[in-house]
């Protein structure tokens, strides 16, 4: 007899993915967050220079243009034609502490949790008019800053979680609460060195109990530095003569 086909283990992807995708813009104050969500969805809200111009967050649906929908549309001709869309949500800008409460804080990393992946907006322009709540620009540290919140938030349930999964061996001896706490253990290693949850190498059964979390540190990022026209063609000179 012929050997058996092997069937393809089936990988499992990090996170909760929909039919609808949402994006949450995040970063701290006065980076230009507004701004970008006003340019996705060609809406007016506001963006004043002035810390947490935001406060609760502006959500709106936008279309993706793509030209083989058009394509396939022009083909078929199917009696509605609906384009596929991402729903982006302006968060308020997040500071230093906020894990303990410091700005808008808490209301600030649950609606981030909210979220299926973060675009990450940092300053990359001088400009005096336009404050800074640190006193100066320094993009690396503005992204330490956010990374640093979103990963002690991130600790702060892990370690609740540990508690009750650790009661649950002690008095029942869960298999299940073993699995759990393995892979648990891992993130604590992760979370300790400062690394994100998304950056692991995941078992298919580690993923599956991720996935029944909300960590913040396990959602995809689009890191989007905000420059002005003038910064972008100085930058891009200097690098085509470095090369």
Aim: overall charge negative.
């Amino acid at each position: 007899m012929p050997p058996k086909k092997e069937e393809p283990v089936k990988k499992l992807p990090l996170g909760r993915p929909g039919n609808t995708l949402k994006m949450g813009i995040v970063g701290i104050p006065n980076v230009g967050k507004s701004s970008t969500f006003n340019l996705l969805s060609k809406l007016s809200v506001p963006a004043e220079n002035y810390p947490f111009c935001t406060l609760d967050p502006n959500k709106a649906k936008v279309y993706i243009k793509d030209p083989r929908f058009d394509k396939l549309v022009s083909i078929f001709k199917p009696k509605s034609a609906v384009e596929a869309t991402i729903e982006v949500v302006d968060i308020a800008g997040l500071v230093k502490g906020a894990s303990e409460g410091a700005g808008l804080g808490n209301a600030f990393l649950s609606n981030i949790q909210a979220v299926d992946g973060i675009y990450h907006v940092t300053r990359a322009f001088d400009d005096e008019e336009i404050v800074h709540t640190d006193g100066e620009v320094d993009p690396v540290r503005d992204l330490e800053v956010i990374s640093e919140e979103l990963i002690k938030k991130d600790q702060q349930w892990l370690f609740k979680r540990l508690e009750t999964v650790e009661k649950d061996i002690a008095r029942f001896n869960s298999k299940q609460a073993k699995e759990e706490k393995e892979t648990l253990d891992k993130v604590k290693a992760m979370l300790e060195k400062g690394q994100w949850v998304k950056d692991g190498t995941w078992s298919a059964k580690d993923i599956e109990i991720l996935n029944e979390h909300l960590f913040l540190t396990a959602k995809p990022v689009i890191y989007l530095a905000n420059l002005s026209e003038k910064d972008f063609k100085v930058n891009f000179l200097i690098d085509y003569i470095m090369q």
